[in-house]
């Protein structure tokens, strides 16, 4: 995965047509790492999750530029990546996704200039996409960004996320993985240390639900880390809460920040 992962990367040089499709194989490496060394004891699983976070922010830098290129650092190099003259599928999604793996690599640049992304540029059509996701990408930007009105913009994630609102996505999905991380942040910035840890347990035990509802979610690699959860928990870890919870679905040495610092990212 890692080989064709690498030729892609390097492809990009000449076409950033498929940067999407190689920003979800990196997020995939990160995962099969993860698989092989759950801990991230390794330091190929902490270049598999800078590379991920890498090719998150040059996904949308990219499809923010419109035309000329944009230079992006990638697995060790500075590489200068055309724009595609085109629109690319760079939304809420993969935000959210490139927004936890920025707070797992405690990267604050990325997560600044992820956050000065505008919000009508994530919209997807209503009909893919809840309401609440986009309530969530404002209430996490305005948190970095330290905006106005953080506390109303949670309140309205929190409610249009509860399933009697939310439409699109499946109700287990909802629940199992969508929602999980909205409670922990809501813990998180309340410095809830006391409920946070129950709320973390419960997370994990949702996760593990979903992906092992059925053989074909035991089989599916996304499964592997619980991406959310331990973004959220990178946050409390940092702030000093006793989390007292060790768990394959947060790797050891990603949650504990071992690997800063190793090489530029």
């Given at each position: 995965?890692e080989?064709?992962?690498?030729?892609?990367?390097?492809?990009l040089?000449?076409?950033?047509?498929?940067?999407d499709?190689?920003?979800?194989?990196?997020?995939?490496?990160?995962?099969a790492?993860?698989?092989?060394?759950?801990?991230?004891?390794?330091i190929?699983?902490?270049?598999?999750?800078?590379n991920?976070?890498?090719m998150?922010?040059a996904l949308?830098?990219?499809?923010?530029?419109?035309?000329?290129?944009?230079e992006?650092?990638?697995?060790h190099?500075?590489?200068?990546i055309?724009?595609?003259g085109?629109?690319?599928v760079?939304g809420?999604?993969?935000?959210?996704?490139?927004f936890?793996?920025?707070?797992?690599?405690?990267?604050?640049?990325?997560?600044?200039?992820?956050?000065q992304?505008?919000l009508?540029?994530?919209?997807?059509?209503?009909a893919?996409?809840?309401?609440?996701l986009?309530?969530w990408?404002?209430?996490?930007?305005?948190?970095?960004?330290?905006?106005?009105a953080?506390?109303?913009?949670l309140?309205?994630?929190?409610?249009?996320?509860?399933?009697?609102?939310?439409?699109?996505?499946?109700?287990d999905?909802?629940q199992?993985?969508?929602?999980?991380?909205?409670?922990?942040?809501y813990?998180?910035l309340?410095?809830d240390?006391?409920?946070?840890?129950?709320?973390l347990?419960?997370?994990?035990?949702?996760?593990?639900?979903?992906?092992?509802?059925?053989?074909?979610?035991?089989?599916?690699?996304n499964?592997?880390?619980?991406?959310g959860?331990?973004?959220?928990?990178?946050?409390?870890?940092?702030?000093?809460?006793?989390l007292?919870?060790?768990?394959?679905?947060?790797?050891k040495?990603?949650?504990?920040?071992?690997?800063?610092?190793?090489?530029?990212?």
């Open positions: 995965m080989e064709y992962l690498f030729e892609d990367i390097d492809e040089a000449r076409s950033s047509k498929l940067i499709a190689t920003f979800n194989t990196s997020v995939m490496g990160l995962r790492r993860c698989l092989i060394d759950p801990e991230a004891a390794a190929e699983t902490w270049e598999s999750a800078v991920a976070l890498q998150g922010s949308f830098a990219v499809a923010g530029a419109g035309e000329g290129t944009v992006c650092r990638i697995n190099k500075l590489r200068t055309p724009a595609p085109c629109r690319l760079a809420a999604g993969a935000w959210l996704t490139s936890w793996l920025a707070l797992i690599c405690r990267d604050q640049p990325r997560l600044t200039q992820l956050s992304i505008p009508e540029q994530l919209h997807s059509p209503q893919l996409a809840d309401e609440y986009h309530h990408i404002d209430t996490l930007q305005t948190w970095w960004l330290r905006g106005p953080l506390a109303d913009k309140i309205a994630t929190i409610e249009t996320s509860d399933p009697s609102v939310a439409r699109v996505a499946p109700l999905m909802l199992g993985v969508l929602d999980p991380p909205i409670n922990l942040f813990h998180y309340r410095r240390q006391d409920g946070f840890t129950p709320a347990a419960d997370a994990l035990k949702l996760h593990r639900a979903y992906w092992t509802l059925n053989e074909d979610r035991a089989a599916d690699i499964g592997t880390i619980a991406l959860p331990l973004a959220i928990a990178c946050l409390a870890h940092d702030a000093g809460f006793p007292g919870i060790e768990s394959d679905y947060l790797p040495h990603l949650l504990q920040r071992t690997w800063i610092g190793e090489f530029p990212t």
